[in-house]
Nanobody, 120 residues
C-alpha cells in the first residue's frame, strides 16, 4: 500500500509565508511527477505547481514568483514554499504523486488535503 500525507497548512495573514510538505510512504519502487493542486470553495481543483523526477518545474501563472516547489527524493517528499500569500490563495491544498509500486505500473496517488487560509 502507498500513503501520501500532507502537512503544514494553517491560518496566515496576507503577505505571510507557509511551507507545505507531502510525504509518500509504503511499497514504493519509484516516483515520477509530484505536484500540488488546490481547490477553493465553489471552484474546480487546479494545478498549483509540479516537479518532475529530474527536477524541472512548472507553475500556475497566479503563483509564479511567489511559490516554489522542491523535492527530496531520498525522503519521497515534496515541498511547497509559499510567500507573499494573498487571500485568493485560500484553498485546500492537495498533494499528488505519480508512484510505481514494485511489480506494478505508475499510478496517481492523492493526499487528503491541508487547508490554507489567508486572512486580509
Amino acid at each position: 500500500q502507498v500513503q501520501v500525507v500532507e502537512s503544514g497548512g494553517g491560518l496566515v495573514q496576507a503577505g505571510g509565508s507557509l511551507r507545505l510538505s507531502c510525504a509518500a510512504s509504503g511499497n514504493i519502487a519509484s516516483i515520477d511527477d509530484m505536484g500540488w493542486y488546490r481547490q477553493a470553495p465553489g471552484k474546480q481543483r487546479e494545478l498549483v505547481a509540479m516537479i518532475r523526477n529530474g527536477g524541472s518545474t512548472n507553475y500556475a501563472d497566479s503563483v509564479k514568483g511567489r511559490f516554489t516547489i522542491s523535492r527530496d527524493n531520498a525522503k519521497n517528499t515534496v515541498y511547497l514554499h509559499m510567500n507573499s500569500l494573498k487571500p485568493e490563495d485560500t484553498a485546500v491544498y492537495y498533494c499528488n504523486a505519480n508512484i510505481r509500486q514494485y511489480g506494478t505500473f505508475y499510478k496517481d496517488y492523492w493526499g487528503k488535503g491541508t487547508l490554507v487560509t489567508v486572512s486580509s
